[in-house]
């Protein structure tokens, strides 16, 4: 067991290494104000602390740590290894990325760090030793923060050889990796190991984002990821021989889709996040990045960062409204979030990020409306600490989300490139919270047997073993739906012969003959038993019933009256299959039935359009009441007479939300 925290964190990325001392004792007078009481710090001050080969200087870094604990802020404690010092680069250019297009990288930028450079490896692990040595025993890390946003590739000739270690390790022989890559495609057949190189613009690649052969680009893939996760590895045990109970993490990205996440996770003691929605994003969408990243070890998580304000690095980076980030923070926190972090605390004075939002802006004082909403936030959460640390939703709809499925439908060369992952997993979660559904976003190789729902939209890639634990799910009473795109390849890429779904094909009860693309001008209109019309695109199967039973038919195109979403009876359970991307409309109805059979309650009895979210502790059951919509909206009635834990006030059923206001509710289990 871990260290756990014994406050929501409330603070974020600090860097007064490129500030003058001066205004040191001013930002910690301002934090005291604003109720901040941690700081991330050292997150890229390698050059600051190894300042050449031979020489480390933690002199300010010293001073820092002991500023904050004068201050009794936890300490959330980088590790700098994501920016290069430009010493090592000079030195040791191998050190540096070879990107997509071949190009060997120079000096400049961050994140571009080789994974397999022996030399990076080196330098890391010694700074790292170095960190964990004079701050591990010493208790005054809160929490260890390994390097910063892993991710990206490098296509260089160390990755090339290791790719090849790699590979041999996953095939044992060659004519398996031929086999796996269906290399006789093409006569693409490699005799020797050395002969494999690497799948970007050079090799295997068509433009950025599809290829000629996805079995070696999903490989990659796996490999670039385990590959980055070895280097966090590294560190992460280093710290354990000096630190034996602090948590580390490394703070990821939602739904980025460069890393297995929920293999890294795995590796994590807790996960932390980065949330940068931008401001047309759907509230919907940040609710599932949360879901899934508290899925990702079935636990609560850090919110590692977020900004007070505003972007940078988005087209149009709008500010905050009023109460937004009050509101968005207490989203975050209602799908599982132990701390809430902003990037930055002082806005910086120079370089891409000046215009990044900061609780302390340029102006330099309190007297800002950002500064005032991150006070008032403050003093919230350190009231609230104690009711939500550590408890959970108790959710009874998985959504599976893997991202081998992710990297290969998206490689896909066809029969539609509008077809998007994240946008397919989105439309069925989006439903489900406009319901005000508990949902758990869970990998392939979850415990089924704690929902009555999993929900597996374009489920392309059916690995071994994954059709058999569905089928003894659904068996066993449970519901699961599928979609068009599902259960067509294996772990490489191949197709699973026989007809589609392949493996999913008997509990689904039908077969999937021919998949039509539509383009973004087309649709085709299905009608549901009651004789509901409706609209579909992107995709259509065309599908044969195998004991299934029709819920919609086409009503449109050559296929008018195959049918378009089924639902069969499999053991004592069911297999909804949707063969066509539904209008909303269309979605939310079969969603509707599909709850109903499987007895499956939301959050709240009344419909609405507040988020209404519940954590709960073992003692208690936290509802989070959110208005995210622009006008006012009246509080459910079933929360009348219970007391506000925010303002202390008892609600009643004439209480109203306006935009953005939040209400939360605890009550004895
Ligand atoms: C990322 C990084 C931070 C900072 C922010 C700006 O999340 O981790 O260092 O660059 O973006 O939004
Ligand atoms: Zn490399």
């Known amino acids: 067991m871990k260290k756990p925290f014994k406050r929501i964190l409330y603070g974020g990325d600090y860097n007064p290494n490129q500030w003058p001392r001066e205004i040191w004792q001013e930002d910690m007078r301002m934090f005291r104000n604003a109720h901040i009481n941690s700081a991330t710090i050292n997150v890229f001050s390698w050059a600051k602390i190894q300042p050449s080969e031979e020489t480390y200087d933690f002199e300010e870094l010293d001073d820092i740590v002991e500023m904050l604990e004068q201050e009794e802020c936890d300490i959330v404690m980088g590790t700098s290894t994501a920016a290069l010092p430009a010493w090592m680069v000079k030195r040791y250019p191998e050190v540096a990325r070879t990107d997509y297009e071949g190009r060997h990288h120079k000096f400049g930028h961050r994140h571009n760090a ?48 290791a790719f090849r270690v790699w590979l041999k390790k996953k095939y044992k022989t060659i004519e398996a990796l031929n086999e796996a890559w269906n290399m006789e495609f093409w006569g693409h057949t490699v005799y020797d190991w050395d002969e494999i190189v690497l799948p970007n613009a050079l090799g295997e690649g068509i433009g950025t984002d599809k290829t000629a052969f996805a079995g070696i680009s999903i490989d990659y893939r796996r490999f670039n990821s385990d590959s980055i996760l070895e280097n966090f590895k590294m560190e992460r045990d280093i710290i354990r021989k000096y630190d034996p109970e602090t948590p580390i993490t490394t703070n990821l990205m939602g739904t980025y889709p460069g890393l297995d996440y929920f293999k890294w996770a795995k590796e994590m003691d807790i996960v932390s996040w980065d949330n940068y929605p931008s401001y047309n994003t759907p509230w919907s969408q940040t609710a599932m990045c949360h879901d899934l990243m508290r899925g990702l070890k079935d636990q609560p998580f ?20 009023p109460g937004q980030m009050r509101a968005q923070s207490y989203q975050t926190v209602a799908h599982g979030a132990d701390t809430i972090q902003f990037f930055q605390l002082r806005r910086s004075v120079g370089a891409c990020e000046k215009f990044h939002g900061a609780v302390i802006a340029h102006a330099g004082t309190e007297n800002t409306r950002v500064f005032r909403e991150v006070t008032a936030l403050g003093a919230e959460l350190e009231r609230l600490g104690e009711t939500v640390i550590g408890s959970m939703p108790d959710a009874k709809i998985g959504v599976i989300f893997d991202w081998d499925n992710y990297w290969a439908l998206e490689y896909t060369s066809g029969p539609n490139c509008d077809l998007k992952y994240v946008d397919q997993i989105h439309q069925y979660y989006s439903s489900l919270y406009r319901g005000n559904y508990p ?47 599902s259960g067509i390849v294996g772990q490489s890429d191949n197709v699973h012969l026989g007809g589609y779904p392949g493996p999913l094909r008997e509990m689904a009860g039908v077969w999937v003959e021919e998949i039509d693309a539509l383009a973004p001008e087309q649709s085709n209109t299905i009608r549901f038993a009651d004789g509901t019309d409706a609209s579909c695109r992107l995709l259509c199967d065309l599908m044969h019933l195998e004991g299934a039973q029709a819920l919609a038919e086409y009503t449109s195109n050559f296929y008018a009256g195959m049918p378009a979403v089924t639902r069969n009876a499999y053991g004592k359970g069911a297999v909804y299959y949707v063969g066509a991307n ?32 519940v954590r709960q502790s073992k003692t208690q059951k936290i509802t989070f009441i959110i208005n995210f919509k622009a006008q006012d909206l009246p509080l459910p009635a079933q ?4 007391t506000d834990l925010l303002t202390g006030q008892t609600l009643d059923t004439q209480t109203m939300l306006a935009p953005y206001d939040v209400v939360i509710v605890a009550e004895n289990r």
């Open 439 to 485: 949902v758990d976003m869970i990998p392939v190789d979850a415990d089924f047997s704690r929902y009555k729902v999993i929900l597996a939209p374009v489920l392309y890639m059916v690995k071994e073993g994954m059709a058999e634990a569905l089928e003894k799910f659904v068996a066993g009473g449970g519901i699961l739906l599928t979609t068009f795109m």
């Open 639 to 642: 929360f009348a007479g219970k």
């Open 302 to 321: 850090m919110l590692m960062e977020q900004t007070p304000s505003q972007q940078n690095w988005q087209p149009y980076n709008s500010l905050k409204k």
């Open 582 to 613: 539904l209008d909303q409309a269309a979605l939310d109805k079969v969603l509707g039935q599909l709850l109903t059979e499987a007895g499956v309650g939301s959050n709240v009895e009344e419909s609405t359009e507040l988020e209404v979210t």
């Open 114 to 161: 080789c994974p397999n450079s022996l030399v990076y490896q080196k330098y890391a692990a010694a700074l790292t030793e170095q960190l964990a040595r004079r701050y591990g025993k010493t208790g005054k890390v809160a929490c260890w923060h390994i390097n910063n946003e892993y991710g990206g590739e490098c296509y260089c000739e160390n990755c090339e050889k």
